[in-house]
């Protein structure tokens, strides 16, 4: 008998977004509007977005990290995301919640963030 309280051996540390939702791409391009003050590049292109989940009802959860527990605007991102996401057509709510497992890193950034650092 198994324990129901341990993951699944291989469950994804991120879970999975609602990509074939119709409304997954205008938030993905409304998350790609908000840049982390420090670095020239958007929230999205950083991987800073884990999971965008959209259920039925068209309440949007995202759960997101930070590069560092000591971000300045830690406390006010979140605040951002609620404001890019909820002005979309047919959102019905916005909710963000801030994880750091797994921890950020940069092999989470996508080519076009790499590109514009400098990293490639």
């Known amino acids: 008998m198994t324990n129901t309280s341990e993951p699944l051996e ?5 879970a999975p977004s609602s990509v074939s ?8 391009e409304a998350c790609r ?3 982390d003050p420090e670095i020239p590049v958007n929230i999205y ?3 800073l977005i884990y999971t ?9 959860k995202i759960i997101m990290t930070l590069t560092a527990p ?3 605007v830690a406390g006010e991102m979140p605040g ?9 057509d047919g959102i ?8 750091w497992d797994p921890p950020w890193g940069m092999e989470m950034m996508s080519d076009e963030a790499r590109l514009e650092l400098g990293f490639m």
């Not at 951002?80 to 002005?87: E, H």
């Open 70 to 72: 000591g971000c300045p």
């Open 45 to 47: 292109e950083l991987g």
């Open 33 to 35: 509007s908000v840049y």
């Open 21 to 28: 939702h119709a409304l997954y791409e205008p938030v993905v």
């Open 52 to 60: 965008i989940d959209i259920n039925d009802e068209n309440d949007v």
């Open 92 to 99: 019905k709510s916005v909710d963000v919640e801030i994880t």
């Open 80 to 88: 951002w995301i609620v404001d890019a996401v909820s002005p979309l």
């Open 10 to 14: 291989g469950a994804p540390l991120i």
